[in-house]
């Protein structure tokens, strides 16, 4: 599996070999999902809270007298069939969503969306992406002059999650630059996981020979 290397001003700069335990694994479509919910689920942050018959304020004396009234029994103003009573299964901040994933399903999972966007050409390999300044004008530039590569006219076009830019190392100057382009995420590959890959038409992968020789030791 030959791939084409482009630079950041649009033009081709050369070829690599994908490995085909990364670019060329089958859809495994139960398990890309199982790896997602669980993502999700990790990522959540419980903030709506209720109390339960336990923690609202009175109901310490019986309302009334069990027989003679001619009403319902009733021990606690706390139930929650009163008025101002608590809540039964109501949303609590206290509850745990947190799932476990293993890491080798989790980076099975990757590399079978991995493979599916490539099959797709939505994966683009640029030999280097850098700008002198932290400037949008020059991240523009650069999203311009990419764009232009067949396929990836929408890099530009797309108005939300055109693109994942994943960086060999941590690069500020360009996730500075690219900031305000909200259609553009820059991270580093080492940190890309299924869920963000998934949310992005495209990924642009740079300095391909590290990045394509990290994620094939990771696939061993």
């Known amino acids: 599996m030959q791939a084409t290397i482009y630079n950041q001003t649009g033009k081709e700069a050369g070829t690599i070999e994908l490995p085909e335990g990364v670019f060329g694994a089958k859809w495994n479509g139960d398990l890309v999902h199982q790896v997602v919910v669980s993502e999700q689920a990790n990522m959540r942050t419980p903030i709506a809270h209720v109390k339960d018959r336990g923690e609202v304020r009175g109901g310490g004396k019986k309302p009334w007298n069990q027989k003679g009234t001619g009403q319902a029994r009733h021990g ?23 799932k ?71 690069n500020k100057e360009m996730e500075k630059s690219f900031s305000n382009i909200k259609s553009i995420t820059v991270g580093e590959l080492r940190n890309i996981t299924p869920v963000q890959v998934l949310q992005y038409k495209y990924l642009v992968i740079s300095r391909p020979e590290e990045s394509v020789k990290f994620m094939a030791e990771k696939a061993k």
């Open 100 to 170: 476990k994933i293993n890491k080798k399903m989790k980076a099975a999972a990757l590399y079978s969306i991995l493979s599916e966007k490539w099959k797709k050409g939505e994966v683009l390999f640029v030999d280097d992406i850098k700008t002198s300044a932290m400037k949008t004008k020059e991240a523009k530039e650069i999203l311009t002059s990419i764009s232009t590569i067949e396929g990836y006219s929408q890099l530009i076009t797309k108005r939300k999650n055109a693109a994942l830019f994943a960086m060999g190392a941590k």
């Open 76 to 98: 606690s103003r706390r139930s929650p069939i009163w008025v101002g009573g608590g809540v039964t299964h109501g949303p609590r901040n206290d509850k745990i969503y947190t």
